[in-house]
């Protein structure tokens, strides 16, 4: 009697680890995507949260200026002409204004003239995955969806 397994035991064997496997790496890249979409909208809205508390704590205005790679922060929209952060696998595809786009946070309590500003993150690689930012009306409140 032998012992052991068949070279086409094994053969099988490997091909349905493999068929496992490339399931199992699109998933884990998918899921990965995601997160850095999530961290992506989730810096921004950060931003804009920080923003309107420095516009309310130092009673001067702030300003967040976005584009579709990465937002920029500072006292003035006007000096504001490149991105400082830059997302990370993902980018602004749309907005309802043009980009780059600006929110100002105004003293003394962080509000902002913009009845609404959305902005779409959408990730590089899987166009699907989508994430919205949006700056609430008057009170600023940035809320991820």
Request: net charge positive; glycine share 6%.
């Amino acid at each position: 009697m032998k012992r052991g397994f068949s070279l086409l035991e094994v053969v099988i064997v490997l091909v349905i680890l493999g068929l496992l496997l490339v399931l199992g790496i699109s998933n884990f890249l998918r899921w990965r995507a995601q997160a850095e979409l999530e961290e992506a909208a989730r810096s921004l809205a950060q931003a804009f949260q920080y923003a309107r508390a420095e516009a309310k704590r130092t009673d001067s205005s702030r300003c967040v200026k976005v584009w579709p790679e990465g937002w920029a922060s500072g006292q003035d929209c006007g000096t504001l002409s490149n991105p400082t952060r830059r997302f990370q696998g993902a980018q602004v595809s749309a907005s309802n204004y043009t980009l780059p786009a600006s929110v100002q946070f105004n003293p003394p309590y962080g509000t902002t003239d913009a009845p609404l500003k959305k902005f779409t993150l959408q990730h590089s690689r899987y166009p699907s995955l989508q994430r919205n930012v949006n700056v609430v009306g008057v009170i600023g409140k940035a809320v991820v969806r």
